[in-house]
């Protein structure tokens, strides 16, 4: 099986493993029970893992907040955000090309009486520049933009959006679970107060992620109300025994990023350039690229095979390689994100996205293409 399908998750890295099976096995006392050696060493190896995040994003170790990954990060920061600040006048403004976890919590909000407004997105998925400054007039609560697009791979530009949002005083959250890991991600050159990320999407294991919640500019914490209650832990934000062996396999996977994120970086340009050539050359007259080639994340390919249904392909190839029809958190629902780009219903059933890891190599993609060709 040849794995192309590194969007919807990745093989965790051995070096990952290894750092977390201790904390299963041996060390596997409950950190928040603090008196004995087990507790005390479960609760340093968080305090490991937080510190290799915060390098990870340049942010202070007690803004990192550790959820149950993005879909809780994003669902716990824009309802925070929103109840904590929005008074009676509760106001988000998101894209049309953001997240089902993003997007499903803003239609979840609109129905408590929350005023959404949705972005456009231009031919690759960035939020149009036009309507973000327009809707800064109206001063609403939050705006969430995810940083880089989980089906086309486009960035946003986050560092103008969070500095023209913060000139006005409005709360700037971002989605970066496709970015961290792959893309460096420096806070301090942001005015970005919320970030959401996880683990799984580079190398790290399932089920834990980050909320960041950045200080204010006197270094005061930014309060939101907790999604979930219980015995405290992380800071009050975040209740739920602490996933320690998660924790410390995020933390893991964010070393090893800060690290090698770049060579990594630069393989995958290099893979989804010949992966295109490639592609371009065997199949001129019925393909189209979906996505753009500049100022993405390195990795991602979405495109259309004129007149082929994507299930019927994926499937077709499905025993020897793994490849996807978009986002697998919506894959029962034709690509809403590839409709924002102005895709029509039949083009979104014949587009598939192809998803790099940097352990992909010039051969696999060689007879994926060769089997996409029927040789
Ligand atoms: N946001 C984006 C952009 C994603 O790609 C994903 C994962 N598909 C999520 C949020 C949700 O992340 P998680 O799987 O950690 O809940």
């Known amino acids: 099986m040849i794995y192309f399908d590194n969007s919807a998750t990745t093989q965790v890295d051995v070096r ?21 050696k087990f507790a005390i060493d479960a609760k340093n190896a968080i305090e490991e893992a937080r510190n290799h995040v915060s390098q990870l994003l340049c942010c202070e170790t007690d803004e990192v907040i550790f959820t149950a990954g993005a879909t809780e990060s994003n669902n716990m920061l824009i309802k925070g955000v929103v109840e904590m600040y929005g008074g009676n006048k509760r106001h988000l403004v998101i894209s049309k090309a953001e997240h089902s976890s993003v997007m499903e919590t803003a239609k979840y909000l609109e129905s ?19 309507e973000f400054e327009e809707c800064l007039e109206a001063e609403p609560t939050l705006i969430s933009i995810q940083w880089g697009n989980n089906e086309l791979g486009s960035l946003n530009d986050i560092e ?12 700037f959250h971002t989605d970066a679970t496709q ?45 939101i109300v907790p999604l979930i209650h219980g015995g405290g832990q992380e800071n009050e934000y975040r209740s739920g025994t602490h996933s320690v062996h998660n924790i410390v396999g995020f933390g893991k996977a964010a070393e ?10 630069a393989v ?26 500049d100022n993405k994340i390195p990795g991602i390919v979405n495109v259309q095979f004129k007149g082929i249904n994507n299930e019927l392909l994926i499937k077709k190839i499905s025993d020897r390689f793994a490849i996807s029809t978009g986002s697998a958190c919506s894959s029962s629902k034709p690509s ?5 780009i102005g895709l029509s219903l039949n083009e979104v059933r014949s587009s598939v996205r192809i998803s790099l890891s940097k352990t992909n190599t010039v051969e696999e ?8 060709a029927g040789k």
């Open 268 to 293: 995958l340009s290099s893979l989804e350039i010949e992966l295109r050539n490639r592609l371009s050359n065997a199949f001129t007259d019925v393909i189209k690229f979906n996505s753009d080639k």
């Open 179 to 223: 970015v961290v890991g792959k893309v460096p991600v420096n806070l301090k050159n942001t005015e970005v107060r919320f970030l959401s990320c996880s683990a799984h999407k580079f190398h790290g294991p399932k089920g834990i992620g980050a909320a960041i919640i950045r200080k204010d500019s006197l270094g005061i914490k930014t309060k």
């Open 112 to 130: 408590k009486e929350v005023k959404v407004t949705y972005l456009s997105v231009d031919k690759f998925g960035r939020v149009n520049l036009n």
């Open 365 to 372: 993609i060689e007879s994926f293409c060769n089997a996409l």
């Open 256 to 265: 090893i990023a800060i690290k090698e994120q770049l060579e990594a970086a």
């Open 336 to 340: 809403h994100v590839l409709q924002s």
């Open 16 to 36: 990952v493993v290894d750092a977390m099976i201790p904390y299963l096995y041996e060390s596997y006392g409950n950190p928040s029970s603090k008196y004995y």
């Open 160 to 171: 103008y959006m969070s500095k023209k949002s913060a000139e006005r005083g409005i709360f």
